[in-house]
């Protein structure tokens, strides 16, 4: 193949091939995605807010708050000739802000009804009512994050938009602290809400209801004694029905005697306050609406309950999917306490629950996905009868036990051939078990099972042109057991590849033959290159006549020149002279023939030193121009 | 002839020594390669024969570029089955080939989304939101994803902004009709004692993305040994080129080739060299 056209190929090669992409976006499928762009060259967002003189005062109408022009805005921005992605932006702003108003309006309605409810003496009402409006504010607290971040964003880019919008960022600012304004007043409504809880004054006769606990004090969950009695008008109201409330939770509820009187024994609720508020409340219902006015009456009741302690005895370092011992010292003020319920969560996730006395061993098992670094274990005494609930937080560190692996394999190796290597495993001196050995060892890419602790494996090495050298082995140990830690070994192999040694030795030494006798060939081609002296030592006829061909013919007719000059001139030439210096040395004496012997010497020149080898033609002039000097000198 | 044998050679070595630069080849160091998370989370490129049959605590990532063989499938379908997380990694490939094989309702949709506004950069590198822990709100940018449809609100595990949206027409900016966020960009659906994480965009692992991503990456794998599957990335002409002299290489250093190559060796020096050789 010509040099040119294999240089044709070679490179259009890779160009035809390249070009291949190009040619499938331009003749292929109507629409390739691309998977992904450089990010390092990817230019920064042209900003969609480029049309935010025509924006910002939709964007500042849109901050500036109620709903019913949140809502004239959504026909703005519908109507307004925006580039349609800034569109999008300002549609999903008043969307997001619509839903937040929107919102807000179901809080107040919500909280509307629930304060109607309570007027109502709806109590069960009244509480789905605060159900939903948590859910509500949930849904808001949702909207005003994501609002908020997307504020966030486009305050992010503020720097690009021009001044006019700087205003409506401002306010953007503005709302937020608007949105965090009513967030608190939902807040507080609901807060509020209990002590919206009013017996209801209406019309009618007014009552009175009177409540008096027998005792002062009483130990939660045990029953307190109640008595009183309902009245109007200073007559006890026979068969009404009086709600009970023990700190704000619903207590049951009774009906009054005969005589308007009441006596109760009402279970004191497992509440770890020092003191609570009972509280009776009578509620016209019925045909007593509009007839009697609604009362109550109250008074703090002393609850005794026994403070539990805790002390957790964990150690400081644990280890993923196994488990540790830690110990929980459960006390509480007199009387002793007894078994007690205690959960431990490691990393928020519940992983042990026991009953215990006062001194207990927990079996905590560590779940082997927890992550690693500094955790929390948090052990919680849930509260039983009179004993209140306690728990207690200790940092634990999830850890892995660091791995050993020794390895032993050799040094060198030869290709073709085998390696060879076995190893142990052992974790705190202790072999491991169980665990797989990752290899890879140029190409060559395998795993090892690792049994009681060790593992051994062997690979052949196939037959391979590379020459020889250092090979990386790399050895990682992958553990089974998750509380075990990964480990790597690395070493070095040395290859000795006896076939690509060979081989190259085989090709250097061809090649060193090839170039000698190439040498040798040419040395024979040209040798000698005699010196004049030569001819004077009449040595001549040996060398014309050992040659053939035209260079063969040159050198005869050159030396038979030299020698016929040397003789008839009775010239005396020094070993080191050369054949210019002869010519220059015999130039005057040739007289006419001078030309001619120069031109001869030069020819002679050329034949030994040229690479170009002389033809017939330079041999036939060779021949004359001898004849010429001949003659000349025999002439003279 | 030296000079175009040189020109050769040189184009050789080339094409030997020069990295990868396919997407998401395991061994591509530039941007739009794996080989930064390959080497830090230790992933093992496995092909078929090498999934592992009990896939409990393994994780095997799966960028489709076209549909998988039957045996290829069934390779998935048993690795799943058996406990292991199929990491299902696409955006405008072969996923729903995959995740319909598997039985799997959730589909790529395969047409981009971009979001003007929560993004990094531009629009084409949108931010979408996850949850580390319960309450908790974290960002992880995409590159050029798609959204992921037909997918139940349990299974959602990460949502574009609301100001994303469907580039249906391709046109690069919204149109009046275009669905816009939020949508599901990753999902996890349960099957058998496996599970399947669809993630709408497998350009989250790329070199140049991994940085900002590390937390999802983490969050996603959590601390499974990792597997990428080995026809996770399709072949450049460059790789077949590669390729092309790996398997010639692979022929020399046969006994028949290096028997050849020897031959040669005595051969061609004697044919070029030797002394009947003339100027």
Not at chain 1, 222 to 235: D, K, M, R
Request: hydrophobic share 45%.
């Amino acid at each position: 193949m010509k040099p040119r056209l294999l240089f044709v190929v070679a490179f259009s090669l890779p160009l035809l091939l390249a070009s291949r992409p190009l040619f499938l976006s331009l003749y292929g499928e109507a629409r390739v995605y691309q998977p992904h762009s450089n990010p390092a060259a990817a230019a920064l967002s042209s900003n969609p807010l480029t049309a935010l003189p025509m924006g910002g005062a939709i964007l500042g109408a849109l901050i500036s708050g109620a709903t019913v022009e949140l809502q004239d805005l959504k026909v703005l921005v519908n109507e307004a000739n925006l580039p349609p992605t800034f569109r999008l932006i300002a549609k999903q702003m008043v969307e997001l802000s619509v839903n937040l108003m929107d919102t807000l309006k179901y809080i107040g309605i919500a909280l509307q009804e629930t304060e109607s409810a309570l007027d109502q003496g709806l109590l069960e009402k009244s509480k789905e009512q605060l159900g939903r409006t948590q859910a509500l504010i949930q849904q808001g607290d949702d909207l005003v994050a994501e609002l908020q971040a997307a504020t966030d964003q486009l305050i992010r880019i503020v720097p690009v938009v021009q001044a006019p919008l700087s205003d409506a960022f401002a306010q953007f600012e503005q709302e937020r602290e608007r949105f965090r304004t009513l967030w608190q007043r939902y807040q507080s409504r609901i807060g509020g809400v209990k002590e919206q809880i009013a017996i209801v004054e209406e019309q009618g006769t007014p009552t009175a209801l009177l409540m008096n606990p027998t005792q002062p004090d009483v130990i939660v969950g045990q029953n307190l004694l109640v008595t009183g009695i309902l009245s109007a008008g200073g007559e006890g109201l026979p068969g009404r029905d009086v709600e009970l409330f023990f700190g704000e939770r619903p207590a049951g509820s009774f009906t009054t005697e005969d005589d308007g009187s009441f006596t109760i024994q009402m279970p004191v609720p497992l509440l770890y306050v020092p003191s609570a508020q009972l509280e009776a409340r009578y509620i016209p219902q019925g045909e007593d609406n509009g007839v009697f006015r609604g009362s109550s009456a109250a008074t703090d009741v002393k609850l005794i309950y026994f403070a539990t302690s805790l002390q957790v005895e964990a150690p400081a370092a644990a280890y993923p999917g196994r488990s540790m011992i830690i110990i929980a010292n459960i006390d509480a003020t007199r009387p002793p306490s007894p078994e007690r319920r205690v959960t431990v969560a490691v990393a928020g996730t519940q992983v042990a629950e026991a009953q215990c006395g006062r001194r207990c061993e927990l079996t905590v098992p560590i779940p082997p996905d927890t992550p690693l670094g500094e955790q929390w274990l948090s052990a919680i005494v849930a509260a039983e009868g009179p004993y209140d609930e306690v728990s207690q937080d200790v940092t634990l560190s999830i850890t892995q036990i660091p791995v050993r692996v020794d390895l032993r394999t050799s040094f060198w190796t030869f290709v073709p051939g085998e390696v060879r290597l076995q190893g142990s495993v052992d974790a705190s001196s202790e072999p491991v078990e169980q665990g797989a050995i990752a290899v890879r060892f140029g190409a060559l890419s395998d795993t090892l099972a690792v049994q009681g602790g060790v593992f051994s494996g062997h690979w052949d090495l196939p037959p391979s042109l590379v020459i020889g050298g250092p090979q990386p082995l790399e050895v990682t140990f992958r553990p089974k057991d998750p509380w075990l830690a990964q480990a790597a070994v690395r070493r070095s192999v040395f290859f000795v590849n006896l076939w690509s040694s060979v081989l190259l030795a085989a090709i250097l030494a061809m090649a060193s033959m090839g170039y000698v006798a190439r040498r040798t060939w040419h040395e024979k081609q040209r040798r000698p290159v005699p010196s004049v002296a030569m001819a004077v030592q009449n040595q001549q006829g040996r060398v014309a006549t050992s040659q053939t061909g035209s260079w063969g013919v040159i050198v005869g007719e050159f030396w038979r020149a030299v020698h016929l000059v040397t003789r008839l001139l009775s010239i005396q030439a020094r070993p080191s002279t050369t054949l210019r210096e002869f010519s220059a040395l015999v130039e005057r004496r040739l007289g006419g023939a001078s030309q001619a012997f120069q031109r001869l010497t030069w020819m002679m020149e050329e034949a030994l030193y040229s690479p170009r080898r002389p033809d017939a033609a330079q041999a036939k002039e060779a021949e004359v121009l001898a004849k010429e000097v001949e003659r000349t000198i025999k002439d003279a | 002839m030296a000079t175009s044998t040189a020109a050769v050679i040189f184009l050789v070595a080339l094409l030997w020594f020069y990295p990868s630069s396919q997407d998401f080849a395991p061994d591509n160091p530039f941007w739009n390669g794996l080989e930064k998370f390959v080497q830090e989370r230790d992933v093992k490129v496995v092909s078929a024969e090498a999934v592992p049959e009990d896939g409990v605590g393994q994780v095997l990532i799966l960028v489709p570029r076209g549909p998988l063989s039957p045996l290829e499938q069934a390779t998935v379908q048993r690795f799943v089955s058996s406990g292991g997380a199929l990491m299902l990694m696409d955006d405008f490939g072969g996923g729903n080939e995959i995740a319909r094989g598997l039985g799997v309702e959730a589909r790529f949709s395969g047409k981009p989304y971009l979001d003007p506004l929560v993004n990094t950069k531009n629009q084409q590198f949108p931010k979408a939101t996850f949850q580390p822990q319960a309450g908790q709100r974290a960002f992880f940018t995409m590159n050029q994803p798609t959204i992921l449809e037909g997918v139940s609100p349990e299974d959602v595990l990460a949502t574009s902004s609301r100001f994303s949206f469907l580039d249906e027409n391709g046109n690069k900016r919204w149109d009046s009709g275009e669905p816009t966020g939020p949508f599901a960009v990753v999902a996890r659906v349960l099957l058998g004692q496996g599970q399947v994480v669809l993630v709408a965009d497998p350009s989250v692992l790329t070199n140049s993305m991994l940085g900002q991503n590390r937390e999802f990456v983490d969050w996603l794998m959590k601390r499974r040994t990792v597997m990428l599957y080995s026809g996770s990335w399709s072949k450049s002409p460059q790789a077949e080129a590669k390729q092309a002299l790996g398997n010639g290489r692979d022929v020399l250093a046969s006994p028949l080739g290096l028997a050849a190559v020897l031959t040669l060796s005595v051969v061609l020096p004697i044919f070029f060299l030797g002394p009947w050789q003339r100027d």
